[in-house]
């Protein structure tokens, strides 16, 4: 499926949205889409999922992200540089110490987060945060040898990055300051935000909200008025999940299900536990590929992953023009 023909089908599920015609019942019936935004959707219109995809292969050639093999550092460098070559200038690593016990070993290391600005016009001490986590593990196996981690989540990445590639293609301009952060050591008790949030903290940064895309391209079923996603919220950002979901009803067609069983083992957490707002964004469906040597590309959707990280972008462009 094309990707004009995709965004003509969610032109007109989102006419049926509006007058509670053709998509398929979901679970946040009380959240109403509104009219799309022309400038909202000049810019999401430009995300591409074979570009995506290439991200998540470009991610998954590392052959493996685990957070204790000597090519982390190299891994973080090749994201700062890819952020850099897309136009953003001010980007770094914000490293830290961390000692890790793994196989009845300590590993004393340095962990590097990245940290791609893309400064606010008008009001750049208020910091929007959209993040993913870039290491990955497997359950069975050396994940010294072998984590592939294509879905988890090599997906929020690319799709990360996308949101980048886009903004800088169509130069928006937030009002607010934007930062686009790639987590180190998400697998080992989500020290890369945990380290991110306290720091901020701290420092007393005013961040709006934190939007954690974590596994986003897994969809098997083939059609897209099925596709549906997990938003999970904490309790101090039911109102942020709720414009979230609107946002994702009113950009695409994808169906939303509220399910916070697992909403502490993502980094989203970690910016809950310092008092910011934040949602965790994860795939709906359950999948086999979880922490495996399987975790690869040809098993996900990124179509569906274009649709998931829409949103996202749509959020943050809505919050900044």
Not at 216 to 240: F, G, K, Q
């Amino acid at each position: 499926m094309t990707k004009i023909h995709f965004k003509f089908l969610n032109f007109f599920c989102v006419i049926s949205l509006l007058f509670s015609l053709a998509c398929k019942k979901d679970n946040d019936d009380d959240i109403i889409a509104d009219i799309p935004d022309f400038f909202v959707t000049s810019i999401i219109d430009e995300i591409n999922a074979d570009t995506i995809k290439s991200y998540v292969q470009w991610m998954q050639n590392y052959n493996s992200r685990f957070f204790l093999k000597n090519n982390r550092k190299q891994i973080a460098n090749d994201i700062k540089d890819k952020f850099i070559q897309l136009g953003y200038a001010d980007t770094r690593l914000d490293s830290f110490y961390l000692s890790a016990d793994w196989n009845n070993t300590t590993y004393n290391t340095w962990q590097y987060n990245v940290i791609a600005r893309l400064e606010g016009s008008s009001e750049p001490d208020n910091v929007y945060v959209t993040g993913a986590h870039y290491d990955c593990i497997v359950d069975e196996g050396d994940p010294f040898i072998s984590a592939p981690g294509a879905n988890d989540n090599a997906s929020g990445i690319a799709g990360m990055i996308e949101i980048a590639r886009v903004f800088k293609k169509k130069n928006f301009i937030p009002k607010h300051t934007i930062e686009f952060v790639a987590f180190a050591a998400e697998e080992y008790d989500l020290n890369g935000s945990k380290d991110y949030a306290e720091n901020a903290s701290s420092n007393n940064i005013n961040i709006i909200m934190m939007l954690n895309n974590d596994m986003i391209s897994y969809e098997p079923r083939s059609d897209p008025s099925e596709w549906t996603l997990n938003v999970m919220d904490y309790n101090n950002s039911s109102e942020l999940r709720t414009k979230f979901v609107k946002c994702g009803k009113t950009y695409t067609c994808l169906q939303f299900i509220h399910d916070n069983e697992y909403n502490d083992v993502g980094d989203s957490f970690s910016f809950y536990e310092n008092g910011y707002e934040s949602v965790f964004i994860i795939n709906e469906a359950t999948e086999a590929y979880y922490h495996t040597i399987n975790d690869v590309v040809g098993h996900y959707n990124f179509n569906y992953c274009s649709e998931v990280i829409s949103i996202t972008g749509a959020l943050l462009i809505q919050e900044n023009k």
